[in-house]
């Protein structure tokens, strides 16, 4: 298996890209991108479970049940959210018109937005910029596309892995975007992920359900989800390899190579958090069940404290202690080990007298809480960053 997560220029076969200043942001940054496909392909979604839900969120699931996709537009600076029938209205007309330059039937192309919520959606400035997305389409332009999607990201979130299958490299690769309001239980903030490989919409649900367990759905900024939280992946089978299916030998290397490009862009998500000076990976081990690992691995990853705490340089571990119990798992104080960046601070739930070497282990970029809670042999693991003034100054004045 390849792999990749930089900005060279990967190309996935039958598949164009485009991203663009169209003016909805006040800076002048690119704030359209469009993706498509030369023929229709088979799609998967996740989307937000927030009981509030942008526009373009409540078309796709509608449109998502067809199975089939040729086009996505995203639109960054405005969340197309709790703006009323002028905002569903909005959603359709750009989807209308996007499948009119396109010249593909509207039911084949799905809308985004992300941006800040309750704002009049700008559907006149979007479809004036249309013709030239459009025009501006090309195999090479994922990275602007990737880039047309951020909002206070810091950069762009790409990555890619080709595998082979019958003696044919196909490709998969995925963009995101994501900074802060970010607690996914289904998905993450906004991800596409697009590939040449042949594969129906069983298997290519089911795979896509199994990479977002496992990693958007174990990263934590802020613990505040969002109401536009979308991933699609997009197959359109121009490698014309046997297709592949639930019970296809081919579905585990697929799903593999998938598994690790969600996983890294949840990690990208993490590292560049708003304000973020430390990402942080909290591993959870020896649980009765991956279910409880993994409610442990998000209780620790979600707490203020710990996540202070390391941007302190504070190893306070009674902190992730505490999180530990009131995760909800029954646990034994007793059999709990806890490790930072593999410096032993607690043995069979007492203090190391370690805290001395784990200052020192503070100071990485990249902090690993280990926990082994003694009660079984699963694991699991989760992402987030460390909490610093830089999120409060982000988020006190992001809509002004």
Known sequence: MERGSSFRNIVIPGFRFAGLPAGIKKSGHKDLALIYSEEPAVVAGLFTTNRIKAAPVKLAMEHIVSRKAQAIIINSGNANACTGEKGMKGAREIITCTAKELGIPPELVYSSSTGIIGRPFPTGVIKKALPGLVRQLSPLSLKHAASAIMTTDTRAKISFRQIRITGKKGTIAGIAKGAGMIRPDMATMLCFIVTDIAINSQALDAALREAANSSFNMLS??????????????????????????????????????????????????EDGEGATKLIEVIVKGARSKSDAGRIALSVANSM?????????DPNWGRIMAAIGYSGIAVHEKKIDISLNNVKLVSKGMGTNREKAARTALLHKNIIITIDVGTGKENARALTCDLTEGYIKINAHYGT
């Open 221 to 270: 900024i802020d613990n505040d989800m969002s109401t536009n939280d979308t991933v699609m992946i997009m197959a359109n089978g121009f490698l014309n390899n046997p297709l592949i299916t639930t019970r296809s030998p081919y579905l585990a290397n697929f799903k593999s190579a998938l598994n690790e490009i969600t996983y890294d862009l949840a990690r990208m998500i993490a």
């Open 305 to 313: 404290l710990v996540k202070t705490a390391v941007y302190g340089r």
